[in-house]
């Protein structure tokens, strides 16, 4: 044998190396295709096939020796007649210029979440553009992965707490018909505080789900009142300084009701603290700053104001410039200057105003 020949390199198989990068796509579960540098469909894999076959595909060869880019600008240049048309070209758009990007070595990788309904239900795909070096030049692999079951769990999990969240409220509601029913003055307290709290919370754009569990935990802040007696609750005159520490007890009291139960907020804390405050001057635990949760934060300015601006066993009520006074005097210090701000803004509003 000539020895030089034995030793020349073999040359690569182009039908063995597409042989083997068949087999490796088709061993995936998302929908590959791949694509070459002028985004002319090259390859796709088996889950590609399937998923075509199932769900009315037309393309000749499954879209093979069709190029990507051409079909996603046919798809958005299309004139929507309905709804879930114009959302298709919307996705081809988003969709045609991360394959550009990919392709131009613009970006490293293109991802969107998108829907796609099928025939029979609705899906949600992941799409990721990655690049794919080769001999002709820069290309890529377009995978489409199926989110349906995941997104329907999350359905599944968002129904549950949604559910619980019905649950928790109704416990909540029904602690405060109890409180009602034994003192009116402070359910009607608490409900007022609970609306100048979701004002405060709409102004700070605190997330739904969070703004919830606020409008719970301050609908029931004064739940501890309950050991209080009522004869110290409506009394017109000074109360003795026993007294006195008997009606401060009542954050303490509250907290210990409420932490037996598994809510999803932190309404024991908001309870336990809506009576601290900023400068660590407060009770019962004379918290300061980010100790206390910015809920009691809330809380804590709102029940102020409404306590000044509301008629009391032991005063009439005062005027709505003397509430802001006391917010003003205390801003950064005692009361929390962001919730501060946002109340004022609520009650500087016109419709707050004219209410």
Same mark, same amino acid.
């Given at each position: 044998?000539?020895?030089?020949?034995?030793?020349?390199?073999?040359?690569?198989?182009?039908?063995?190396?597409?042989?083997?990068?068949?087999?490796?796509?088709?061993? +995936?579960? $998302?929908? &590959? !295709?791949?694509? /070459?540098?002028? =985004?002319?469909?090259? *390859?796709?894999? #088996? %889950?590609?096939?399937?998923?075509?076959?199932?769900?009315?595909?037309?393309?000749?060869?499954?879209?093979?020796?069709?190029?990507?880019?051409?079909?996603?600008?046919?798809?958005?240049?299309?004139?929507?007649?309905?709804?879930?048309?114009?959302?298709?070209?919307?996705?081809?758009?988003?969709?045609?210029?991360?394959?550009?990007?990919?392709?131009?070595?613009?970006?490293?990788?293109?991802?969107?979440?998108?829907?796609?309904?099928?025939?029979?239900?609705?899906?949600?795909?992941?799409?990721?553009?990655?690049?794919?070096?080769?001999?002709?030049? +820069?290309? $890529?692999? &377009? !995978?489409?992965? /199926?989110?349906? =079951?995941?997104?329907? *769990?999350?359905? #599944? %999990?968002?129904?549950?707490?949604?559910?619980?969240?019905?649950?928790?409220?109704?416990?909540?509601?029904?602690?405060?018909?109890?409180?009602?029913?034994?003192?009116?003055?402070?359910?009607?307290?608490?409900?007022?505080?609970?609306?100048?709290?979701?004002?405060?919370?709409?102004?700070?754009?605190?997330?739904?789900?969070?703004?919830?569990?606020?409008?719970?935990?301050?609908?029931?802040?004064?739940?501890?009142?309950?050991?209080?007696?009522?004869?110290?609750?409506?009394?017109?005159?000074?109360?003795?300084?026993?007294?006195?520490?008997?009606?401060?007890?009542?954050?303490?009291?509250?907290?210990?009701?409420?932490?037996?139960?598994?809510?999803?907020?932190?309404?024991?804390?908001?309870?336990?603290?809506?009576?601290?405050?900023?400068?660590?001057?407060?009770?019962?635990?004379?918290?300061?700053?980010?100790?206390?949760?910015?809920?009691?934060?809330?809380?804590?300015?709102?029940?102020?104001?409404?306590?000044?601006?509301?008629?009391?066993?032991?005063?009439?009520?005062?005027?709505?410039?003397?509430?802001?006074?006391?917010?003003?005097?205390?801003?950064?210090?005692?009361?929390?200057?962001?919730?501060?701000?946002?109340?004022?803004?609520?009650?500087?509003?016109?419709?707050?105003?004219?209410?």
């Amino acid at each position: 044998m000539d020895a030089t020949a034995a030793s020349a390199p073999a040359i690569p198989d182009p039908d063995a190396n597409a042989t083997n990068s068949q087999a490796l796509i088709d061993a +995936l579960t $998302a929908h &590959v !295709a791949l694509v /070459d540098r002028s =985004a002319t469909i090259v *390859a796709v894999n #088996r %889950a590609w096939r399937q998923f075509a076959d199932a769900n009315g595909g037309c393309l000749p060869e499954h879209g093979i020796g069709q190029n990507y880019l051409a079909l996603l600008d046919g798809m958005r240049r299309c004139s929507p007649h309905t709804a879930k048309e114009a959302e298709d070209a919307a996705i081809a758009r988003r969709v045609a210029a991360g394959l550009r990007q990919v392709l131009s070595g613009d970006a490293d990788c293109f991802r969107m979440e998108y829907p796609c309904d099928g025939p029979g239900e609705a899906h949600w795909f992941l799409l990721t553009i990655t690049p794919l070096p080769h001999a002709g030049g +820069l290309g $890529a692999v &377009v !995978a489409h992965e /199926d989110l349906t =079951a995941l997104k329907r *769990a999350q359905d #599944r %999990a968002l129904e549950h707490s949604a559910q619980l969240a019905a649950s928790f409220s109704g416990t909540v509601n029904a602690i405060a018909r109890f409180i009602e029913k034994r003192d009116p003055y402070t359910a009607g307290h608490q409900q007022q505080v609970a609306r100048l709290c979701d004002a405060i919370a709409r102004r700070l754009e605190l997330p739904d789900e969070r703004r919830q569990g606020l409008l719970l935990g301050a609908s029931i802040h004064d739940i501890g009142k309950i050991s209080v007696p009522l004869d110290i609750l409506a009394r017109p005159g000074r109360l003795s300084r026993p007294e006195h520490e008997i009606i401060r007890a009542h954050p303490q009291t509250g907290c210990e009701i409420l932490e037996g139960i598994d809510f999803p907020w932190p309404i024991a804390d908001m309870v336990h603290q809506h009576h601290e405050r900023l400068d660590g001057s407060g009770y019962p635990q004379g918290l300061a700053g980010e100790a206390i949760c910015l809920e009691a934060r809330i809380i804590c300015v709102a029940d102020v104001f409404d306590a000044i601006t509301s008629h009391r066993p032991y005063r009439a009520a005062r005027s709505h410039a003397e509430g802001v006074d006391e917010l003003l005097a205390g801003r950064g210090t005692r009361y929390d200057s962001t919730v501060v701000d946002a109340l004022l803004a609520h009650l500087q509003a016109p419709a707050t105003v004219a209410a």
